[in-house]
C-alpha cells in the first residue's frame, strides 16, 4: 500500500479549503429584474465525503473591450438545500442579488479535486469546474435543472433520459421563449487564459439531443463527461452552461440497496503512515491531507478545522 500511496504523491497538486467529494454539478444565472441577477450553483456529492459547507465561492468575470473575460471578483453563494438523489446529495447554492452591467459575464465555479474516474487518465489530478456564460440583457434567465440528471446506469443496457426540456417530469427547464441546445462535451481539468482545458480521457459513446441522452455501458464504475447548454436569442449566443457529471454503471439497477456493501476505510497521512482504519472515517479529529483507500478506490482528501 505504502509504494501505492508513494506513486499518488507525485500528481497532488496545491488544494482548496474543503473536499466534499464531488461528482458533478451545473451553473445556472436568475433574473427577476434587470437590477436583481442571482447565480446558483447545484453539485452532485457522495455523502461518504466531507459535509458540504455552508457557504462557496464562485469567481466572476466580466468580458473587457477586447473581448476577454477578466476576473472582478468573487461571489458567495449560501447553502439552501440538500436533497438525496440514487445514494448521492445534490447541495443546491445561490447569491444574494446582483446589480451587473448591460455585458458579457462568465461564472465558474472550481473545487479539488475530482475523485477517481475510470475513463480519465488524470482525474485525481484534475479541479472540478463547471461554468456559466451570460449576456445581461433584459428577460435573459440561463436553463435550470428541474430535476438531477440520473446517476447510476445498468450494464450493458441502453440507459435512456428524457424528456431532457419541459416544464415538468424533465431534466432541464428554461424561463425564457429563447432558443436552446444541448450537447456533449469535455472532461475538464482547469481553467487557462480563457480556455476551459480537457482531462486526458476517453469521451463516453453517448447519443446526446434535446430530446434524450442515451448510453450503453459495458464495464462497471464510474465515468465522467460534460454537458454543454447553448441559449440563443434572434440567432445570437446569450448564454452558455458547462456541466460536469458522472454516472455509476451497475450490474442491474433493478434493486440497488442490495449492492450497497459497508466500507472497510484505510486512512494515510502525507507520509503515508496509516492514521486510521475502520468503516467510518474520522473527519472530525482529522486535519490536513489525507489519502483514503477503502478497497475499490483510492482518493485524497484536505481537511480544515
Known amino acids: 500500500m505504502k509504494k501505492l500511496l508513494s506513486s499518488l504523491m507525485v500528481v497532488f497538486i496545491s488544494i482548496s479549503s474543503y473536499a466534499s467529494h464531488i461528482m458533478g454539478g451545473m451553473v445556472t444565472v436568475a433574473q427577476t429584474s434587470y437590477d436583481s441577477t442571482s447565480v446558483g450553483v447545484y453539485l452532485l456529492t457522495d455523502p461518504q465525503g466531507i459535509n458540504s459547507p455552508n457557504t462557496i465561492n464562485v469567481e466572476k468575470w466580466e468580458m473587457n473591450s477586447q473581448g476577454w473575460y477578466v476576473q472582478n471578483g468573487h461571489i458567495t453563494l449560501d447553502k439552501t438545500t440538500t436533497i438525496s438523489h440514487q445514494g448521492k446529495n445534490v447541495v443546491t447554492y445561490v447569491s444574494d442579488y446582483l446589480d451587473l452591467d448591460s455585458n458579457y459575464y462568465r461564472f465558474i465555479y472550481k473545487s479539488c479535486c475530482w475523485g477517481m474516474v475510470s475513463n480519465s487518465s488524470n482525474s485525481m489530478s484534475s479541479d472540478f469546474i ?122 442491474t439497477t433493478l434493486d440497488i440497496e442490495e449492492f450497497e456493501q459497508s466500507s472497510y476505510y484505510y486512512v494515510y497521512d502525507i507520509y503515508g503512515n496509516l492514521f486510521y482504519e475502520g468503516d467510518k472515517i474520522p473527519y472530525i479529529d482529522m486535519e490536513g491531507l489525507y489519502v483514503i483507500h477503502n478497497g475499490n478506490q483510492t482518493e485524497k482528501v484536505y481537511v480544515i478545522k
Request: glycine residues 6%.
Open 130 to 251: 463547471i461554468s456559466a456564460d451570460y449576456w445581461h440583457i433584459p428577460n435573459n434567465s440561463l436553463p435550470y435543472g428541474e430535476n438531477p440528471l440520473i446517476v447510476n446506469l445498468q450494464k450493458d443496457t441502453l440507459n435512456t433520459m428524457k424528456p431532457i426540456w419541459g416544464n415538468y417530469n424533465c431534466f432541464l427547464s428554461q424561463l425564457d421563449s429563447d432558443s436552446v441546445n444541448v450537447t456533449q462535451t469535455d472532461l475538464f481539468s482547469g481553467y487557462a487564459n480563457g480556455v476551459f482545458v480537457p482531462q486526458v480521457f476517453t469521451q463516453l459513446n453517448m447519443s446526446v439531443s434535446n430530446d434524450s441522452i442515451s448510453w450503453t455501458p459495458t464495464m462497471l464504475g464510474n465515468f465522467a463527461t460534460g454537458f454543454e447548454i447553448t441559449e440563443y436569442r434572434n440567432n445570437q449566443l446569450i448564454g452558455t452552461q458547462r456541466i460536469q457529471w458522472t454516472f455509476t454503471v451497475l450490474n
